[in-house]
């Protein structure tokens, strides 16, 4: 059974910060972003967490293994080195939607994303030390069967992402309604599911409705593990070897 | 009329590079790739060009305003700091999907982008100096009207990143088809378009497809210029114009 | 009784590559260098460690928290992620100078910083867990007094920096002799030691061969920990104190 | 004849701002500081220019071959950037001395280094273009002969930094009183200096001052140009062949 921990992140009154007073230059709001993003990757994957970049300015974390002091620490490390602060909320639960649903209610109930008073909110609850448990997270890493022979070296680029983002579009919203399972594309033809308890009946069923719905064919590999990452190593390691037995779902 | 400069941003065999000789863990890569995306965008941007992330190993960059020698000072600053390097193909047009698509071509008949031995591919031409003009670059500065008080502050923050994505993905592509022009999100609710010489009514119609195949209501700002930053900068500022008076489509 | 954990971070074969096969862009090797030592300072002090930049291709850092595997992952991240792999050596002891002798030792012994062939050395012994204490790491935080009204609102900003430069100088290299301890710039007027298990007398004394022989006035802040987080923000607070009262020693 | 344009480079207010309202975390600050220093050196470098840490709050760059604009530009893109903002002076002379002390001028007659109120000063002037010459900036890049074999091979670390650091010590005071000259260490045992147009026999003088005063034997390579770039990346070719002959003083 999976006990998922996430944390939202929203960066406190961004998109007005962004027009004031005037709009600033597009390159430095991309700088900072894919920065910010760098560096929470870094701070929340040095304690064996993933982090998502999403919209850039509401990030998703899968945060099992980290405290509320850690998060109070990533916290102040952001306020110390950026022109922005973040809120996080925290919440936990057998699905990564439900999970993530309580953690923006956090946030929300806070105040606006455009409020102006409201700053570092921190708040909800991780799991207790004691309770955790080796199948706590599960994770499913998608690629593209044979993206680079079909598309990266066929198609131009941009017919290429098309192809990549409509898979995406796809996959993220059926494994959300139909399984309750947070996807994010992660770059190349990569995509990285955060879900509750699946089989592999499951996993065939969304790689048939992608197909069906875009003629893209997926392939996964599931690993599960007490944090994020021993989860998606294992998920990697999966992937690897679908790859080499040319199978489309295989489980570490 | 516009001359689009556009340059394909192509890491180099970095597929197998990820998982050689093992899979590498995923905070490294997130973290790699951001960077680097946030470097190029300074190194790109301070010469008033534009980066977009895209699929982060398949980068698409708006150059005019770059010459071939200062796109390889961008190649050497790229291998003197990171692990892996990069190939660029460049090429120009009235039309950016097509001066990808040769962009692309330049590369892909180079070798394979997971071609162990292609590296550093510098190929293409960009505008002579005395051949710019000051309407060459039509960026189009797309965002959700109303995102935060329907989406950000409404829903749970997956909902509203499907939402936001939803709406993304069939802008881009009809763009695509239907306009000849490249749509990238850029975070938030943003989308920046790379345009041919495109009218109102063009804009109109898009977002008209947008609202009839996802039910979301988008806005637009478009700039000209002789550099994508111009153009974007004077984008960006018909954008707080719609905003403030509730047009759906405004030029600078 | 301190009990130090120093680990001397090499850069492998550093110089050949700086100028192979033609010498690198200087620019790029001072970005290279400063965000391998941020990173490493993150990588490190989000474990409560510190890390100074000392030469930058060899930097020193106080581990005292970290173990082996903490290491091991460090130097992973920077093989991912960086186009050069760094060695560790890691030793302890109750004197942060013999420490570091040790540290220095173990990677000696594997072979030259020139040598092309010793790669990411990871030698050594941390402090096992049972036996970490409260007052293991004792650091110094120095600064001098009145550094902006007398030197940098006053001189030229040369000049001003030719006076830091000296003191900085005379301190480290005194305290490194008569008491033990590892002194490093970490910008602005602000020196920080590591030192053994030193009392008011040694410091007063340090300071008073600090001004006699550059004429400049030092203060210092120190404080103790188990770790260097804890011992240097002691310290700081010590610092502090010192300021308000305008006395020259403050322990915390 | 050279005509070097120094920028002085200081962050406003910031020594109350690391202490506000509790002392922040050092490795905060020490990465704040490293990054920072590092997208300015890419800032300025990508236009061909120099940046040195100096004290990281104040930091010294040769800009020839940047206006005011670009100077601008830069400061946007810090305060887009960072939690703190910058202040530029700038000025040029025959002498980088003269230079540097009318560029810290004109920042102290706007305010203290410690003033509130004092932001983002950006004030003096830059060469022309029609008046830049090909030997406006004359370039020293010095290093230890046989530092590896002698130093970081054979002492412990902290005895190689020592002797690194007095040589610098020695140079950069000894440069900065007989020739008018900025000395920075740039990392390993290398020191470049920002000269005037000095010969041979000033260098021969300045090298063997070095040895007298520390029993160290530095070498040097000179080149010039009308950029830093220029003339720092001849200075680098000059040194490998005084490497290669085994001379102490080259020119390019």
Redo the contacts between chains.
């Keep these: 059974m999976t006990n998922t921990q996430i944390t939202?992140i929203?960066i406190d009154n961004?998109?007005p910060w962004?027009?004031t007073p005037e709009?600033?230059?597009?390159?430095?709001?991309?700088?900072?972003?894919?920065?910010l993003?760098?560096?929470l990757?870094?701070?929340?994957?040095?304690?064996d967490g993933?982090?998502f970049?999403?919209?850039?300015?509401?990030m998703?974390a899968v945060t099992n293994g980290l405290d509320m002091d850690d998060h109070a620490?990533i916290q102040?490390?952001v306020?110390?080195?950026?022109?922005v602060t973040v809120s996080f909320g925290v919440a936990t639960g057998t699905s990564p939607?439900h999970a993530?649903?309580d953690?923006?209610?956090l946030i929300?109930d806070a105040g606006?994303?455009?409020d102006k008073s409201r700053r570092e909110i921190l708040d909800g609850r991780v799991i207790e030390e004691a309770f955790r448990t080796d199948d706590d997270v599960q994770i499913a890493h998608f690629d593209v069967v044979d993206a680079?022979g079909k598309y990266?070296?066929?198609?131009?680029?941009?017919?290429?992402?098309?192809e990549?983002?409509?898979a995406?579009?796809s996959l993220?919203?059926y494994m959300?309604e139909a399984h309750d399972s947070?996807s994010f594309f992660?770059?190349?033809?990569n995509i990285?599911a955060v879900c509750p308890d699946l089989d592999a009946a499951a996993y065939d069923d969304a790689i048939e409705h992608v197909l069906d719905e875009t003629g893209i064919q997926v392939r996964v590999g599931v690993g599960e593990g007490s944090t994020p990452?021993d989860a998606?190593?294992a998920a990697?390691?999966a992937l690897?070897v679908g790859r080499a037995d040319e199978s489309l779902v295989e489980f570490h």
């Design positions: 939202l929203q961004y998109g962004t027009v709009p600033r230059r597009e390159v430095d709001l991309q700088t900072l972003q894919s920065r993003y760098a560096d990757s870094q701070l929340v994957g040095n304690r993933y982090v970049f999403t919209r850039f300015d509401n998703v620490l102040e490390s306020r110390n080195r950026y022109p939607v993530l649903a953690a923006t209610n929300q606006s994303a455009q680079t990266t070296d066929e198609l131009d680029a941009f017919g290429a992402f098309i990549i983002e409509q995406y579009a993220m919203r959300y947070l992660v770059g190349g033809d990285i990452h998606g190593y990697k390691h690897e």
